[in-house]
């Protein structure tokens, strides 16, 4: 066995970014990727059939930054389950880093979708960003010292560190055997970054409330 020949998906001028791969029950290959072809950001699907041949399908159509999506195809080998990046109006234009209200990660969230790669339907999952920023628990109070004889200088009393759950970004959208489907996002609270999963409830159309991830 031998690596084919390589294929190229895609080729506009404008530039495609951060591909992700996925597989349909009739061996065809789906890339999620986003580009700026349109002016701004957003969502593509490009399908590569077994003789090579690609189609894309673009997926979000927004005047705001959509990107950095993650893929992951259902059991049933027909439904893509697509989740990713939704930003601030101009993302990228004039600045490439943090700067307050015009950063790079200004303003994200996550949004999700299932994609039917028979008829092309979009249906959307919505909640996910309200359950991703749903509160951690916060870190247990430590026991006070024991008292001991000698008197210790007061130490100055330290502001608590914010517990708020600001930016969202770079979603990772998974299925395992039983077909139940989670998402894990990285989570911008006080002053680092920290990792979350969340679980899709298909009956009720829910997501749960995140689950931090210890020691991320």
Known sequence: DKWSDEIQVTKDPAGDWEPRLAFDKNDGAWIAFDSAR???????????????????????????????????????????????????????????????????????????????????????????????????????????????????????????QSRKIGVLNMPRIMINSQGQIWVSVRRYIGTSWKMALTRYNAKTALWSAAAPVAKS
């Open 38 to 160: 349109s002016g701004v950001y957003n969502v593509y699907l490009a399908k590569v059939a077994l003789d090579g041949k690609t189609e894309i399908k673009q997926l979000t159509k927004s005047p705001r930054y959509q990107g950095r999506a993650s893929i992951a195809a259902a059991p049933d080998g027909k439904t893509l389950l697509v989740a990713w990046e939704n930003g601030r109006l101009n993302w990228g234009g004039d600045t490439r880093g943090v700067a307050g209200s015009t950063g790079l990660n200004f303003s994200k969230h996550i949004q999700a979708a299932k994609f039917d790669t028979a008829t092309g339907n979009i249906t959307e999952m919505p909640g996910l960003s309200i359950a991703l920023r749903s509160a951690s628990k916060p870190t247990p109070k430590p026991q006070p010292a024991a008292k001991t004889k000698a008197k210790k200088a007061k130490k100055p009393k330290r502001k608590p």
